[in-house]
């Protein structure tokens, strides 16, 4: 019950009840609302400043959590930035000098990513700065592993060309190493047949007959028959890249014209066919239609059992035979 107040009536010396006016009752009752009210939010806005509503609090913990993801992002990005730097470091100073091929400028290694701001939705918060800077980071580093990734197929392609190129290379002796080297390439001022000087354009190799030739490089063979200039018996590889290499002499030719040969592949037997005074294979090189010195594109420095291991890797001994 509220309380209530009485006075003394001096006319009649009783005590009666004091009646308030309806506008006072509603006036006191609104001071009492407004003074709950006042403390009410005063307790809150104490609350949650020291300890904080509970959804703000749930709030706060994700933003510490996403920090921490943020925080762990960009240790794992300082890492796969170090990967990719030496990827290029192996690119620009292993794989590109060993192809002859040029460095990559590096305004293409670093390209930027200007234009439109695509972060721009990420301004205006309390950790905006964090969250561009991770997000920039990771479109820089896309762009350099997408340039990283396009000059590695470059170097790949480039590597199997070169693997072809060196395949064709008339690049091994055609014979069995342990046998004597004859006359050079250079001039010879007795033919031993012709009695006269001559140009002699191949490199002659001091085999008996019947030993096996092997083709230097892989190729076409062009030309597989009689030689009416002095050859005999021959046989003339195209291993492109200008280059063809010519087996002279022969007793026997194991390879049909228009088939295709590999390095090591038995290609005849050597003899004396032709301008010749005795068994010999006389090897020679053309570089775009000019003799070339031969002794320069093989290694005659080997032994006769390397030189067989070398015949049996590349499996082909008996192909033809």
Do not use: C
């Not at 063809?244 to 390879?255: P, T």
Request: proline share 4%; net charge positive; hydrophobic share 35%.
């Amino acid at each position: 019950m509220g309380k209530r107040n009485y006075f003394l009536d001096l006319n009649d010396l009783q005590y009666k009840q004091v009646k308030h006016p309806f506008w006072k009752k509603l006036l006191h009752s609104l001071f009492w609302i407004a003074g709950t009210l006042a403390i009410t939010v005063l307790y809150i806005t104490i609350f949650q400043k020291y300890f904080g509503s509970p959804k703000e609090h749930v709030l706060n913990q994700q933003i510490d959590n996403i920090k921490l993801e943020y925080s762990i992002a960009n240790r794992k990005l300082d890492i796969s930035m170090k990967a990719l730097t030496s990827l290029k470091q192996s690119d620009e100073i292993r794989y590109r000098p060993i192809m002859k091929m040029d460095s990559i400028p590096w305004s293409i290694r670093n390209p930027g990513f200007g234009g439109v701001d695509r972060f721009r939705s990420l301004d205006g918060y309390i950790n905006s700065y964090l969250m561009r800077s991770t997000l920039e980071r990771i479109e820089e580093m896309k762009n350099m592993a997408n340039v990283q990734n396009e000059s590695f197929v470059t170097i790949r392609d480039k590597s199997e060309e070169w693997k072809f190129e060196m395949d064709h290379l008339p690049a091994i002796s055609p014979v069995d190493p342990s046998f004597r080297l004859g006359d050079r390439y250079g001039f010879r001022e007795v033919h031993p047949v012709l009695g006269y000087g001559r140009m002699h354009y191949g490199q002659d190799f001091e085999v008996p007959n019947g030993t096996k030739v092997y083709a230097t490089g892989n190729g076409r063979v062009v030309e597989s028959g009689r030689n009416g200039g002095g050859f005999g018996n021959y046989v003339v590889i195209d291993h492109g890249y200008g280059l063809v290499s010519i087996y002279a002499h022969l007793s026997e030719i194991k390879v049909p014209k228009d088939i295709n040969v590999r390095r090591g592949d038995l290609i005849g037997l050597s003899g004396s066919t032709g301008t010749s005074s005795g068994p010999h294979l006389h090897y020679q090189i053309n570089k775009y239609g000019s003799p070339v010195n031969a002794i320069n594109f093989f290694n005659n420095d080997i032994t006769q059992e390397e030189f067989r291991e070398m015949i049996q890797a590349f499996g082909s001994d008996s192909m033809l035979r």
